[in-house]
């Protein structure tokens, strides 16, 4: 049938396969709206529903059983909520979330001013700036993994950081080979820093978008009223950036209450406990000491506390994204 | 036979009822507009004629069949979308050809009927094309091309010149008559330009709130709006309204507002039990220069072929009068008016129905 | 009176504005030595001999340049007799993890694709999910790995074996798997897909299916011929990017699998830990070649991330 009908270009020969009356029949029962629109559903919520709800409620019932994972399963028994109390009164658990939060708080703090600032410098036109957004946008890419692995690597005590600190290091009379990671505070710094280094990328794009974004009209207008660059800045431009700015810190500070990677190339958690990261804490106890049952606990309650966090963010995040709509941008 | 019928046909979003039980006769050939406010059901309408929303209620007939169930591929239509709807990432050529390659048609005959088409719109040149590269109105030609290739015997047209500027849309217009007088088929065209549909419609559909308001010939929907809604909807400037009463004076029924009183023509109806009704006038039938009632000229519009001119009377809303050009009026000026018995409209206040 | 005094004007605004111009440069420069330093470093040291890793000072330009750490990753063999420190009788290789990561990432990244744009086209012409849709497929995305790593593991390696043993008397555990990892991997990046594919579809006018559909196209051939069309490279940068994603991974490859699937990071981070005297030579090469390619796919799709971003946060 194709043959007879000159096919245009191949087409034809696509559209309809000798003797297949049966795939057009199926094409035109998929096509149909109601089946259309069910079948991804059926399969997204499906493998969310698999991969994800249900291990959650397996975990649950976990946590309230005692079971150390090098004693088979059957071994293990009730114990109700006794390992979320001893969650509760490790204090390893708690300095571990108060730590994530001082990571993120001031990671994220950092990353957005430099950010902005990095966006305010690059938002117009100038040669080199295609290179320098080019280059600026690389942290993003490159592997946590590896940037933890880069970041060791400069710390070590005949590393360049100690080099290029050298001359300013002698001046104090001190020796210019300091093991940085040795020391918790700046472990802690290290850990920061690398956390910078990596996403002030991002919050620089969100940036470098929102100012692209805002309308040039406004500011003329505001130009030909007589409004100095400062006033301009103060009054027109920021407070238009404002829904950005909520989405850069939300975005960026539910990412960075998981930091994990650097936790454990960096520093595994070390010196002692400095670096451990509440996500590293719960990794360590189920996979070095085989808590099972603890870890368990203690990811119920994790997931109840970022529940709050991630509803919060969610709110503040399609708040601000109505008020882009509104105005129109 | 393209005699398409509506019957009563209806439309419900969740809530809202966008179209209110329609039923219209549109006869095969004609050139049919539906002409309303936004919001008014016409393009849902539209839609559920070409098969992309399905009637809540109701049926669509379209030559003798029941089409509700029938695909819009299948239905014999042709369509132009406001936005043309032109697939970017193809050519003109194969614009103009997706209908027939999608019936399998041999590619030669596709080939040969898309220049076919291409030269009586005239864009042969264009056929290598994107649309991207096509101006106004260019593009709106190879829509027009893409709908006519397959034939139909119904074009239905979405508000298609309303992205055209002003100068474009008046040369689209003609063409579209031209091309209606070609084709010979029927053309259901839905539009909120009322200039639009009174020079391209055979009849008009006025409707507004999912209802039909009046359906006519443009010049009988000029002359005689079935009420206030229609009549302030034609015509620029919009009529004049006066709202008032009418009570019998003298043996003559005689129409009272603020401070005007109109005699009317013998067999005017009467409002009884402090009804209140509408006199609608048209700027044309305001006739100054001589007459009875005084008023003192606010604002004047020359158009070039005539001048309006706004003028108030001591009553609520200025009134605007169309005059010979030659008459030099400036804002201050005391004039003299009167109104041309022929152009009385009178509304009920409460319904908006025509009374007379 | 005109004459003097717009000269003075205009060169003192010339000063500031030239003043500015080098600040912002050394700005610019200064965080662009930053950015590039460590990537810098790592690939220096990826051609550093054994004996120039912990120099003091440390050497800008290796002395002598060396592919010994390249060949000895790819390499098959076991430990060279070359190395001076003790080590670990793992296999030095890389080959293994390459094949490991690439499989599953390209493989989840394409099935993730797939699915995630045909719910996005749902979303996006039937409204399936509700209004908020896009923003509550995100909450999947908030949560930590960690958090999901411990019921997966939980799940994959007792639960399921338990009951497919009971139910079918076979054990099958998704414990160190293949198809583990990889579903696991659709189901993270899959709110990435949906979110990024909806604004590319959002932007294809709804009229354009409509109007095929009155020339008698059926949804298939609309979606082959008038959608994809126009999302396609949509689909390449979404495709890239959560590529991207799956390989740098690490969590929830390092929980959940190993020794049996080993991807990049995960061996990246055995070498980092398992080897008593550190091999920084061949680490920094692993560490190039697992982030060279994404840095430059990454280049690739910049421009199209910026334009991503702004249409799927800011604009739309």
Redesign the interface.
């Known amino acids: 049938m194709a043959e007879a009908?000159?096919?245009?270009?191949g087409?034809?020969r696509t559209?309809?396969p000798a003797g297949a009356g049966w795939a057009r029949r199926l094409?035109?029962w998929?096509?149909?709206?109601r089946v259309?629109?069910l079948?991804?559903?059926i399969?997204?919520e499906g493998?969310?529903l698999l991969?994800?709800a249900?291990?959650?409620v397996?975990?649950v019932y976990?946590s309230l059983l005692k079971w150390r994972a090098n004693r088979p399963?059957e071994q293990a028994y009730f114990e109700g909520l006794g390992n979320y109390v001893d969650v509760l009164t490790d204090p390893e658990f708690w300095w571990a979330l108060g730590r994530t939060f001082y990571f993120a708080g001031v990671a994220v703090v950092l990353e957005l001013l430099?950010g902005f600032?990095?966006a305010m410098?690059?938002y117009r036109e100038f040669r080199g700036r295609r290179l320098?957004?080019?280059?600026?946008?690389?942290?993003?890419?490159?592997?946590?993994?590896?940037?933890g692995?880069?970041?060791?690597?400069?710390y070590?005590?005949?590393?360049?950081l100690n080099?290029i600190l050298?001359p300013l290091v002698r001046l104090v009379g001190g020796d210019p080979?300091i093991r940085w990671l040795s020391h918790p505070i700046a472990a802690q710094w290290a850990i920061i820093l690398a956390d910078v280094?990596q996403w002030t990328?991002l919050t620089f794009?969100?940036f470098?978008?929102?100012f692209?974004?805002l309308p040039q009209p406004l500011i003329s207008a505001a130009r030909l009223m007589g409004a100095s660059r400062w006033q301009i800045f103060w009054r027109v431009q920021l407070p238009l950036l404002k829904p950005?700015i909520v989405?850069a810190v939300v975005i960026r500070s539910?990412e960075a209450?998981?930091i994990?990677?650097q936790s454990?190339?960096l520093t595994?958690g070390g010196p002692g406990n400095s670096t451990q990261t509440?996500?590293f804490y719960?990794?360590r106890q189920?996979?070095q000491f085989n808590k099972?049952s603890f870890?368990?606990a203690a990811?119920v309650l994790?997931?109840l506390i970022?529940s709050v966090l991630?509803y919060f963010?969610?709110y503040l995040?399609?708040r601000e994204?109505a008020m882009?709509h509104k105005e129109g941008? | 036979m393209a005699q398409i019928v509506l019957k009563d046909l209806v439309k419900k979003f969740g809530w809202i009822t966008a179209v209110a039980g329609v039923n219209l006769r549109i006869h095969d050939g004609e050139f049919l507009i539906m002409v309303g406010p936004s919001g008014c059901g016409k393009t849902t309408t539209l839609n559920m004629i070409s098969g992309l929303e399905t009637p809540t209620s109701g049926e669509v007939v379209i030559g003798d069949t029941v089409v509700n169930d029938v695909d819009p591929g299948e239905r014999g239509l042709g369509m132009v979308f406001q936005d043309l709807a032109l697939f970017p990432h193809m050519t003109v050529f194969e614009n103009i050809a997706f209908g027939l390659r999608v019936k399998r048609v041999a590619e030669e005959e596709t080939r040969r009927r898309v220049r076919q088409v291409a030269d009586v719109m005239r864009i042969g040149p264009l056929l290598e094309k994107r649309p991207s590269q096509c101006s106004g109105g260019e593009a709106q030609r190879v829509a027009l091309a893409r709908t006519i290739i397959t034939n139909p015997a119904v074009f239905l047209m979405d508000e298609p010149l309303s992205s055209l500027d002003a100068k474009l849309r008046v040369d689209m217009r003609t063409e579209l008559k031209h091309l209606h007088e070609r084709l010979q088929a029927t053309f259901v065209y839905v539009t909120h330009d009322q200039a639009e549909a009174m020079t391209m419609a055979d009849r008009i559909v006025v409707m507004r709130g999912g209802h039909i308001q009046q359906v006519g010939e443009p010049l009988e929907i000029y002359r005689r709006p079935a009420n206030q809604f229609v009549a302030g909807f034609f015509g620029t400037p919009t009529m004049n309204f006066l709202r008032g009463a009418v009570a019998k004076e003298g043996g003559r029924p005689l129409f009272r507002a603020q401070s005007l009183a109109q005699p009317l023509p013998a067999g005017s109806p009467l409002t009884g039990g402090g009804g209140e009704v509408v006199l609608g006038v048209r700027a044309e039938h305001v006739l100054v220069g001589e007459g009875s009632k005084r008023g003192q000229v606010t604002l004047t519009e020359p158009l070039g072929d005539e001048t309006l001119v706004f003028f108030d009377f001591g009553g609520e809303a200025p009134l605007v009068a169309k005059v010979n050009p030659e008459m030099h009026l400036a804002p201050g000026d005391r004039i003299a008016f009167e109104f041309e018995e022929s152009g009385f409209h009178l509304f009920d206040a409460a319904t908006g129905e025509r009374l007379n | 009176m005109a004459g003097p005094a717009p000269a003075r004007a205009r060169s003192s605004f010339a000063r500031r504005h030239h003043l500015f111009w080098y600040f912002r440069h050394a700005v610019l420069l200064a965080w662009s030595g930053f950015v590039l330093f460590p990537i810098f470093w790592m690939v220096l040291t990826s051609f550093k001999d054994a004996a120039e890793w912990v120099t003091w000072p440390p050497h800008w330009i290796p002395h002598d340049p060396t592919l010994h750490n390249y060949r000895q990753i790819f390499t098959f063999s076991q430990l060279g007799q070359d190395l001076t420190r003790q080590a670990t009788e793992q296999v030095f290789n890389i080959w293994g993890a390459l094949m490991d990561s690439l499989l599953i990432c390209t493989v989840s990244s394409f099935v993730s694709l797939l699915l995630g744009t045909f719910l996005a086209y749902s979303v996006s012409r039937f409204g399936v999910g509700g209004k908020n849709f896009r923003y509550l497929i995100l909450t999947i995305r908030m949560v930590p790995p960690i958090v999901v790593a411990i019921p997966i593991l939980m799940y994959y390696a007792i639960m399921i074996p338990h009951t497919t043993e009971v139910l079918t008397g076979v054990r099958v555990s998704f414990y160190d798997t293949y198809s583990g990892l990889g579903l696991l991997y659709v189901a993270t990046t899959l709110p990435f897909v949906i979110w990024m594919m909806l604004s590319f579809i959002d932007e294809v006018p709804y009229t354009l299916e409509h109007a095929a559909r009155m020339m008698g196209a059926g949804r298939i051939h609309t979606l082959r011929r008038v959608v994809v069309p126009l999302v396609a490279s949509g689909m390449v940068v979404t495709f890239l990017f959560i590529f991207i994603l799956n390989w740098s991974e690490f969590l929830l490859a390092l929980t959940l699998t190993h020794p049996n699937v080993t991807t990049l990071p995960v061996l990246l981070n055995k070498f980092q830990s398992a080897v008593e005297g550190r091999l920084y030579g061949p680490q920094a090469a692993i560490g190039t070649v697992i982030t060279i390619p994404v840095v430059v796919l990454g280049i690739l799709i910049q421009k199209h991330l910026v334009k991503g971003f702004s249409f799927g946060m800011i604009r739309k």
């Open positions: 009908q000159a096919p245009p270009a087409r034809a559209e309809a094409s035109a998929l096509g149909q709206e259309f629109r079948i991804p559903f399969l997204v493998t969310f991969l994800l249900i291990p959650f397996l975990t976990i399963f430099l600032f990095l410098l690059l320098y957004i080019t280059i600026f946008l690389i942290p993003m890419m490159v592997v946590p993994v590896v940037v692995y880069n970041f060791s690597m400069i070590i005590d005949s590393g360049p080099e050298a080979r280094w990328s794009l969100i470098l978008s929102g692209s974004a950005v989405i539910m209450l998981k994990f990677d454990v190339l595994f509440v996500a719960l990794w189920v996979w099972f870890g368990a990811s994790l997931l970022f991630i963010g969610i995040l399609v994204r882009l941008a």
